[in-house]
């Protein structure tokens, strides 16, 4: 009798094993997604799990292993079952019975800007008895754009103030939403966006903002995201990059016309309002400052060239070489005006002096 049921206990065992290893990942959806295609660099998103096994066999134990990077790292509970190397490895554990489907929604805090992906999950099964495992590679297709944070908007008024000043000339045509010179009585023919809401409510009558005026508006920022010295400073070409995200945001909301271009990234043409934003955002995401990048002065160089009148330059770079400073220079030689804005650690940082034509804007870390 007990050889019996030895030898039934081991048909059970053979006879699961054999119908693990062939249904096991029957009817196994596995689905990985990020809940939001864009998010800022220090926002809180979240991954999204679905795990539905379709068939009338129930699944124990099944692992789902996902890789992803290291600069998007899990939180709260989700950082239980992470470890992090050099990218951040998920491994969640699920249990279900037949025709089931579960979801688990995983936050994770946005660490640094950039382009990530997750193109596939490790997935281990096992049988009855945990004995056995059995794996499988699936696809997951899924993306994330980490926009640079957007910097403080008292800081940004005061490079705004710098552009304005270059701009700002006595041919008076056109207003410049920059430079904010006073309040007076609403007349039909202005923007509503100009009225002052909060004044007029103090008063009798509509109000509205009056600003200094300017000539044709075109701007082309230069960004520099080259770091090829002894001691790498990656915090600073970040931060340019992240002026450059500010600074462009402010300027297209005011429907300026702007260019970005720069030695790590496609140009990018934005004229027609702030919904063209997402598209410099995002590829000011992909801009991958490891990669070797032209030097500025060679892209200030070729600029020179095809420079034209009533354009404002602005020059966001760190590097402050010779040949940089002989390249921005020579951009301001025939009358055009540049703004040369350098991310520096501390104010007390030595920056170039009485450059003719260029005005230099030291923005400081944390400052």
Known sequence: MLLLLFAGAGAFYLLQHIIYKKYWNTGLGIEAEFEARSAYEGDVSYLREEITNDKPLPLPALEVNLAMDRALQFSGEAKENANVTDQSYRRDIFSLFMRQRVIRRLPFVCEKRGYYEITKADVIGYDFFFRRSFHDDRKVATALYVYPRLLDTHRLVLLCKAVSGMIITQNRLFPDPFCFSGIRDYHPSDPMHHINWKASAKGQGLLVNQ?????????????????????????????GIRIAASLASRIVKQKMELTVIGNGMQPIYLKDGAGQIQTLYQELSRIDIRMPAKRLFETLKKEKEKIQSGVVYVVISMNQD?????????????????????????????TPENIRGVNIFKWEMNG
Do not use: H, Y
């Open 322 to 350: 010779p040949e940089t400073v002989k390249a921005v220079a020579a951009m301001a030689e025939n009358g055009c005006p540049v703004l040369w804005v350098i991310p520096v650690q501390v104010s007390t940082e030595n």
């Open 211 to 239: 600003f200094d005026s300017t000539t044709n508006i075109r701007m082309r920022m230069i960004l520099d995201t080259e770091d090829s010295g002894i001691v790498r400073r990656e915090e600073l070409t970040e931060e």
